[in-house]
Nanobody, 119 residues
Framework: QVQLVESGGGSAQAGGSLRLSCAASGYTYSPYCMGWFRQAPGKERERVAT????????DYVNSVKGRFTISQDNAKNTLYLQMNSLKPEDTAMYYC????????????WGQGTQVTVSS
């Protein structure tokens, strides 16, 4: 069974940086895609960044472009989200997710890690 465990959340000042990690286990296949979503109180869950296994292509929501970077270390089965120039509006619960077997549908989810940015 696929398990995703996030870490690295916490508090930061505006303009600061945090790096989230997501340790993946239980895979019997290589997922076509992995990503990070976030959800702030009272708001819908939002896809922040995605990385695709084919060619390592990435995409980002406009609000984080140029500030966040998604990457993965296949040898360590770990997904990362480097977050720079943090803003208070980045405050949210961040979730790691992975696509199902031979699919581009996000199927597996971690438990989330809280990021709080103060001004």
């Amino acid at each position: 069974q696929v398990q995703l465990v996030e870490s690295g959340g916490g508090s930061a000042q505006a303009g600061g940086s945090l790096r989230l990690s997501c340790a993946a286990s239980g895979y019997t296949y290589s997922p076509y895609c992995m990503g990070w979503f976030r959800q702030a109180p009272g708001k819908e869950r939002e896809r922040v960044a995605t990385i695709y296994s084919i060619g390592g292509a990435t995409d980002y929501v406009n609000s984080v472009k140029g500030r966040f970077t998604i990457s993965q270390d296949n040898a360590k089965n770990t997904l990362y989200l480097q977050m720079n120039s943090l803003k208070p509006e980045d405050t949210a619960m961040y979730y790691c997710t992975a696509c199902g077997i031979r699919s581009y549908v996000f199927t597996y989810w971690g438990q989330g890690t809280q990021v709080t940015v103060s001004s």
